[in-house]
């Protein structure tokens, strides 16, 4: 019996290393082989990836509210130091402003501005021109099977909500 869930694990193992490097292969593809744009709008805009990611977070669905520190962190999966030294540095480029908690007075909480909003909209233009790219390359056939799987992908609330803010960006 041992063996046969070993065996089940190890054939999981497998199925999700092949799909993880078939993710991977189709990533690569959009964002490098298919334009590229929004990695070079990121890297013209000259901010670090962490701070790409905490203005893209700022500017998205979760970014509705302001944020403190620690919770950017804990929802970037990178350290309190590197987001506390990437906000400095969003700061001075006025592309984010902290702002005092209205409950506590010691928490300052980040919010983007509207330069901020502007240039992560460009980023997420820049994003989309590259998905649609991708998109016009593929026969019909491959889109309704891709749409198929992505639309599988929308259960996930997070996703969900993304797809619904850039379904809003494309259709400005």
Known sequence: MQNTATADVTGESAELRTTAARLGALLRHIFIFSGGEHLRKMEE???TLTQCKTL???????????????????????????????????????????VEDP????????????????????????????????????TPA??????AALEAMLDNEDIEATARELEEVAGS
């Open 45 to 47: 805009s000259g901010l």
């Open 56 to 98: 893209l977070m700022l500017a998205g669905p979760e970014g509705d509210r302001p944020y403190a520190g620690r919770d950017i962190a804990e929802r970037l999966h990178v350290s309190v130091p590197s987001v506390s030294r990437a906000v400095d540095e969003l700061v001075r480029s006025r592309l984010v402003r902290r």
């Open 103 to 138: 409950d506590d007075r010691r928490i300052r909480r980040l919010t983007i501005t509207d330069k901020g909003r502007r240039l992560a909209g460009e980023i997420v233009a820049a994003r989309m021109a590259d998905m649609e790219a991708f998109a016009a390359s593929l």
């Open 142 to 147: 491959q889109r309704r099977k891709l749409d």
